[in-house]
Every structure is written in C-alpha cells, then in structure tokens.
C-alpha cells in the first residue's frame, strides 16, 4: 500500500529533459516558480565561495538505491547540524541529501552574522505575544543555541570575528524604542547591553553617517559562512554521518511507514526523514510544508580592501557585526581582509533579482553610511532566499504523529547561529527524545498564509510601506 506519494511537479521530467547535467549557477531561480533546486549546481558568485578553499570530502552523489534509518533532505547548516547531533548525541547515522553543492542555499551566501536571536521578532515582541515566562524560557532556547552555536565556531577554522552585534538607530527617533527594548533586555530577561549616543558609537566603532545613536549587545559573532559549512561537513562525517551532494530529492512515495525518496541515482528508502530545506524548499516537496514559508530575496556585496586613508575615513575601529533599525534593513561589517561586506533586501521574484536597480539600492546604502566610499569596486554581488514564516518565528515540528518526518526552518533571515541548535532538536525529535521542547516553536505548525496565491502583490505593497516608514525623519 502506497501512502502519500509526491511527485514534485515538474522536477522530474525537467531533469530527465537535461540529463541532470546543466551544473551552472542560474541568478534568476526562484522557488515559487521553478520546478527544484536543480542538481550539482555552481555555487551563487559569493566572496565566500572565492575564499573558503577546498571543499572537504563528502560521500558523492547517490548512485544506488539504499536503505537508512534517517535521511535529512538539505545540506545547509540546519541538515548537516541535524545530521552531526543524530550522530554524536543519539548514535544514530544519517544520510544528508543535498540537490546541489553542499550547503548551496543560504548556508554559503549569507552576511555571516552570528546572532544570539532567530526569527524577526525582537525580546519585547516575545513578551507581547507569549507572555513573560514563555518568553524567558525562550531566551534560554536562543542563549543555549548561541552556546551551542559558539562550541561548533571554535572548533572550526572560520574566521570568526567575536565581541558582539550592534543595532544601529538609523534615525533620531528610534533611539528611544532602542532604550526601550534595552530596558526590556535588562528588567525581563537579566540580558545585559548598553546604549550609546552617535557621538560615542561613531568616533568609538565606526563612524555611519546615518547612525544617530546605537545598542551593543555582547553576544554576536562574524563568521565566514562557507568555512563554517565546511567544518559542519566534517564534522558530522568524521561523527559517521553520510553526505551526498548533487542528490536532489524528486518524488516521494511512503510505502508501510517506509519513506522512498527518489534522488537521480537511486532511491534512499528511510525510516524517518528530516526536512531542512530553508527557503529553497519546492512547493510539492511535503504537503505539511505547503505555503508555509515565504521565500524572500536578500542581496549582499562585498568591496575591494580598504585602504588606509578609507579605513580612517570611515573611523572603521571594529570588525563586529552590525545592523540598521530599518525594517528591510542593512547588515554589515569590516572583514578580516578590510573589505566591508554589506547585505539588505532585494527584488521580488527571481526573475527580477538580477535588475541592476537592486545592485543600486544597496550600492547607494553604502555610500549613505560611508560617503568616503563613493564609487568603490564593488568585488563580489549576490543573492539568495531566506525563509521567513508567516508569524516570524521558526519551528522544529513534527506536523502528523503518525508520519516520522520532521522539519526544522523559517528562521527569518536569522539562522546562522540558531540553526545548529534547531539541528540539535531537529535531532532529538528524530530520535524520540523530544517530550521535554515545549516552546511555542517546538509545539505548534508552521502558521499557513491565508492568501497564499497574492502573497507576493502583498509583499510589494508591504515594501513599499517599509520604505516609507524606514525613510520618514
Ligand atoms: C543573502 C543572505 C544573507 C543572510 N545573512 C544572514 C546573517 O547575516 N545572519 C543570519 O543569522 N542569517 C542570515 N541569513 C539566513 C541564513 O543564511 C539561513 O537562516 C541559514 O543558512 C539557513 O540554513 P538552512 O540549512 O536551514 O537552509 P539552506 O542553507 O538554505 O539549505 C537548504 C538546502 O536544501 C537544499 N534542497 C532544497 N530542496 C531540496 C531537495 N528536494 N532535495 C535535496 N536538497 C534540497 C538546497 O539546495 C539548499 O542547499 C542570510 C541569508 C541570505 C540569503
């Protein structure tokens, strides 16, 4: 008896019409139109990708049919944590299955910006939302991630750049709602952080013509995003795991409990399966994740070096991690090698990204931070889909008791830290050994989006806002 079988709408024959073969990297992919992530592709144009190095050894692609006990589909940080924790914690190995490159998401194209937070909603949104005591026990949950976020960092070579984050006020206005939140930090939750006026931030740190003032959190961590990946791959294959890259997941059938994953090569028939796909998760890839999670484009770019007489310009005195108040806000910071790496929204649709009024948009965001930077070779451009859940917050959840999957995603544009401990739970929860995860997140489905079909009318008009509100004086 056959239950529940999937066939990824498109994927397959589109596949089979190219061999599978067609490994370069496309700009304009877009997971709410195109048929899969492909297979074995290219890496996106990142300076990461420039300067990472070789890439560890995996398992290859699959190229028989198998049988395991786990297979996790996706080989970003969230795949290869789950699978490394399954390993190490509960002695169980996995096989990660990766369409392309390992970790050709997210996982090697973002700002490297490891924050004690996950999701887009702040500290007194928790309190909002949940109350105080769910809301403490959630802080525990993101603190205990970023712990265990910082153990994997220092085992790894991935040039870390520690003292914390910043959030910087973009206008005079928000410094009060920054005190606020401050506030909220110190009396709710004993999270310690200090205020500081433009004139300290600016002549201390660094000097952004925009910041009218700033909030230093301690916690936060620059890190090199596909080092980082790399070491994740190690990791969980010295731990036993297996991972196979360019073995896109394409047709799902559950035979007697039994999940048949088709891959190109073979199919991997597994017990349990965990679903760590991020944004790049095709719409018929499991019905519990159907229009559950908005895909939105985020941009970045990295310059050439500084020079001496632009470092002092821009009084850049730190290499930790910084971001604007604005809503579609701007992330940057000084890397290891004096270029400034700087990210923020982009285009709508995949089919627009590569429109150079979003290069602009954050090319002119630079420069308003830093007019010294006028005209900079920009080195390195590109983009990539974040996950953002329709009530901002991730999940780790079971959907059907029944079933043995799992899914571990909707980080928001906020996963680098928190996705190895959502693996960690991703991985109990495989194991049978979740009982104890009782937060919102862990208890309840990613929400549905009752619009789904106008989401991305609604998402224009909701940029549109933004950028008045962010802009107002
Ligand atoms: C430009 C940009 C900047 C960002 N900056 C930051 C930042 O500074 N700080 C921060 O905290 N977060 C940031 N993020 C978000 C962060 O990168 C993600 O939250 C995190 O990497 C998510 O990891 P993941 O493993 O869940 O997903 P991903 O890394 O996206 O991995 C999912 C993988 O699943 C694979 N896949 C999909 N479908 C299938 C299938 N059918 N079969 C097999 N494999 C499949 C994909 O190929 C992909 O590699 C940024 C994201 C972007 C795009």
């Not at 990660?96 to 700002?111: D, M, P, Q, T, Y």
């Not at 410094?175 to 401050?182: D, S």
């Not at 070096?305 to 108040?325: G, I, S, Y």
């Not at 089919?351 to 920009?378: M, S």
Request: net charge positive; charged share 20%; with cysteine.
């Amino acid at each position: 008896m056959k239950h529940g079988v999937i066939h990824l709408e498109g994927a397959e024959s589109s596949f089979e019409r190219r061999g599978g073969n067609d490994t370069r990297y496309d700009p304009t992919y877009d997971p709410l139109v195109s048929p899969g992530p492909g297979q074995g592709k290219q890496y996106a144009p990142t300076y990461w990708a420039a300067t990472a190095g070789t890439a560890p050894p995996d398992d290859g692609p699959v190229t028989q049919d198998m049988d395991v006990d786990v297979a996790i589909i996706g080989g970003g940080y969230t795949g290869l944590c789950t699978a490394l924790f399954l390993a190490r914690e509960h002695g169980i190995k996995a096989v990660v299955l990766e369409a392309n490159r390992v970790s050709w998401g997210c996982s090697s194209r973002n700002g490297g910006q490891g924050q004690n937070a996950s999701g887009r909603l702040s500290r007194s949104q928790w309190v909002e939302r949940w109350g105080k005591d769910v809301a403490l026990k959630m802080h525990d949950e993101i603190a205990q991630g970023f712990e265990t976020f910082k153990s994997l960092v220092a085992m790894i070579d991935c040039d870390p750049q520690p003292g914390g984050h910043f959030l910087i006020a973009h206008r005079p206005r928000i410094m009060e709602k920054l005190a606020a939140e401050a506030k909220v930090w110190k009396d709710v939750f004993g999270y310690p952080s200090e205020l500081m006026s433009a004139e300290a931030f600016r002549s201390e740190y660094v000097n952004d013509a925009e910041a009218a003032g700033a909030l230093h959190e301690p916690e936060g961590i620059g890190i090199h995003p596909l080092k980082l990946a790399y070491g994740y791959v190690r990791l969980a294959r010295e731990a036993g795991a297996k991972v196979h890259p360019a073995s896109p997941v394409i047709g799902w059938e559950t035979v007697k409990g039994v999940h048949h994953l088709r891959t190109p090569g073979g199919i991997v028939r597994a017990r349990a399966v965990g679903i760590a796909t991020g944004a790049y998760t095709a719409p018929g890839l499991h019905p519990s994740l159907h229009s559950k999670v908005m895909p939105i484009l985020s941009n970045s770019m990295v310059t050439r070096p500084l020079t001496k007489a632009e470092l002092d310009a821009c009084n850049f005195r730190t290499h930790q991690v910084l971001t604007d108040t604005r809503t579609l806000r701007f992330y940057y910071r000084l890397l290891p090698d004096n270029r400034v790496q700087i990210g923020s929204r982009s285009a709508i649709t995949g089919r627009d990204a590569p429109n150079p009024q979003h290069y602009e948009l954050l090319v002119h965001g630079l420069q308003r931070k830093f007019p010294a930077l006028q005209g900079i070779d920009i080195d390195y451009s590109w983009w990539g889909w974040v996950d953002v859940s329709h009530d901002m917050m991730p999940r780790v959840f079971q959907p059907d008791p029944k079933e043995s999957v799992f899914y571990a995603l909707g980080y928001g544009g906020n996963g680098v830290s928190y996705s190895s401990q959502a693996g960690r739970r991703l991985a109990e929860r495989i194991a049978g050994k979740g009982a104890q995860q009782t937060l919102p997140i862990f208890t309840s489905p990613l929400p549905p989006h009752m619009f789904a079909p106008f989401r991305r009318v609604g998402q224009r008009m909701l940029y549109h806002w933004y950028f008045l509100r962010d802009e107002q004086r």
